[in-house]
C-alpha cells in the first residue's frame, strides 16, 4: 500500500511565477491536509479538503493561494504569483477519517524555492 | 498566536539514558495530544498519541505523559539510541471540533550521542 504521495519533490520558482504542488493521499483516505514549515518552524496548518470539498481553510492566506480536491486526481495547492516569504516546504496528509485521533499520514513534501 | 510550544529547540544526550523532551500548551479546547518524529527531507512520521481522559500512554521505549491541570506534555525514550535522532514535534487537536486539524509546536531537535 503505496503512502502519501506528492510531486515535485523540489520546485523552484521565479517570483511572479505560479506554482502547482499535487498529493496523492493513501489508498482509500479522502481527507486531506495541507501544511507549511517554513525555515526553523514547525509545521502550520493550511486547509483541510475532502473530495470535492474544502472543509476548513483558516490557515489559508487569503490571497494567492488556493487548493482542491477533485472527485478525481490528486488534491492540488496553488500558489499563484510567488513572492520570496512563500519560499518553504508544503507538506500534505491524508487520513481516513475528520477526527484529531484519526491518524494523519505524511508526505515527503515539497521543497518551494523561489528566487 | 502560538498555542502549541516546544521551548527547548535542541537537546543532546548520550546513548542508552533517558530523553525527555517537553511540551506545553495553552487551549483548553484540545483534547488529543501527538509526537511526530522528522528526519531532514522526510515528511513527519506519527510516533505516539495520548487522550486527554489519560495521563499516560506507552508503547516499548516511548512514554507519553500528560499533566492536564498544567497543560504540559513530555515524551520520554528509554533507552536512547543513535537512531533516535531527529527532529520531534508535539501537535494538539480538538476532537470536539470537524475537523482534525493539527496545531503543532517548533520542534525539538534530539540528538543522541554514540
Known amino acids: 500500500n503505496a503512502g502519501v504521495m506528492q510531486n515535485p519533490r523540489h520546485l523552484v520558482r521565479r517570483r511572479g511565477q505560479e506554482a502547482r504542488l499535487r498529493c496523492s493521499p493513501m489508498?482509500?483516505?479522502?481527507?486531506v491536509y495541507w501544511y507549511r514549515q517554513l525555515p526553523e518552524e514547525g509545521l502550520k496548518f493550511m486547509v483541510y479538503?475532502?473530495?470535492?470539498?474544502?472543509?476548513?481553510e483558516s490557515g489559508m492566506p487569503k490571497e494567492r493561494f488556493s487548493a482542491e480536491f477533485p472527485k478525481e486526481g490528486p488534491s492540488i495547492l496553488r500558489i499563484q504569483q510567488v513572492v520570496r516569504g512563500d519560499s518553504a516546504a508544503y507538506f500534505c496528509?491524508?487520513?481516513?477519517?475528520?477526527?484529531?485521533?484519526?491518524?494523519?499520514?505524511f508526505g515527503p513534501g515539497t521543497r518551494l524555492t523561489v528566487t | 498566536d502560538q498555542q502549541v510550544k516546544q521551548n527547548s529547540p535542541s537537546l543532546s544526550v548520550q546513548e542508552g539514558r533517558i530523553s525527555i523532551l517537553n511540551c506545553d500548551y495553552t487551549?483548553?479546547?484540545?483534547?488529543?495530544f501527538l509526537w511526530y518524529k522528522k528526519y531532514p527531507a522526510e515528511g513527519p512520521t506519527f510516533l505516539i498519541s495520548?487522550?486527554?481522559?489519560?495521563d499516560k500512554n506507552e508503547d516499548g521505549r516511548f512514554t507519553v505523559f500528560l499533566n492536564k491541570s498544567a497543560k504540559h506534555l513530555s515524551l520520554h525514550i528509554v533507552p536512547s539510541q543513535p537512531g533516535d535522532s531527529a527532529v520531534y514535534f508535539c501537535?494538539?487537536?480538538?476532537?470536539?471540533?470537524?475537523?482534525?486539524?493539527?496545531?503543532f509546536g517548533q520542534g525539538t531537535t534530539l540528538q543522541v550521542k554514540p
Open positions: 496528509a491524508s487520513s481516513l477519517g475528520d477526527r484529531g485521533f484519526d491518524e494523519q499520514y
Open positions: 489508498k482509500g483516505h479522502s481527507h
Open positions: 479538503l475532502q473530495k470535492e470539498n474544502i472543509i476548513d
Open positions: 487551549n483548553s479546547m484540545f483534547d488529543y
Open positions: 495520548i487522550s486527554s481522559i489519560k
Open positions: 501537535a494538539a487537536s480538538s476532537g470536539s471540533s470537524n475537523t482534525g486539524k493539527l496545531i
